[in-house]
């Protein structure tokens, strides 16, 4: 909303306190500062300052240099699955059976997108006495199984019930 609308950073409320933390304002006058506007088309990866910010958060949590280059930022998990998707299942009409290995239970998320990329779900079971893991030979069954009937797995999901 300060990015819309810069005012919004000295508004004040109804008791004369501001409106937003300062850790807030301070973020919206840096986006408005590395941007050149709001509220229209940005880099479909998402807008720079943002995926800056994200990739120096992975390097400093797992200890090695993320670029910014390689972060896409989407308006949420769904579309960056959706987008992730039509990337990795070829047109069936073409003769490709293309599969995506996916735990199950799983949110249905997958199993939708797998059948309206026209791809195949590859099934592999997660075992809840032992807390929703799954073993290495329950995942190589299952892509041998797919192999067989002449899919080609293009994706392993890994993923436990509720995130």
């Known amino acids: ?89 070829r047109d069936a009409e073409e003769g490709f059976n293309d599969g995506i290995m996916c735990p199950i239970p799983q949110y249905p998320l997958y199993s939708a997108l797998t059948t309206l990329q026209k791809g195949t779900l590859v099934p592999y079971y997660l075992d809840e006495s032992q807390e929703w893991a799954t073993t290495a030979a329950a995942l190589e069954a299952a892509l041998r199984k797919a192999r067989r009937e002449g899919v080609t797995v293009r994706a392993l999901v890994v993923i436990n019930p509720g995130n």
């Open 1 to 89: 909303a300060m990015v819309l609308r810069p005012a919004l950073m000295e508004a004040r409320g109804p008791l004369g306190r501001r409106l937003f933390a300062p850790d807030a304002v301070a973020q919206a006058r840096e986006y408005l500062a590395k941007m050149p506007g709001a509220g229209a088309y940005s880099n479909s990866q998402g807008l720079m300052a943002p995926r800056q910010q994200v990739a120096r958060f992975i390097g400093e949590r797992d200890g090695h240099a993320c670029s910014p280059d390689t972060v896409f930022l989407t308006d949420g998990a769904s579309e960056g699955v959706r987008y992730m998707y039509s990337l990795l299942v």
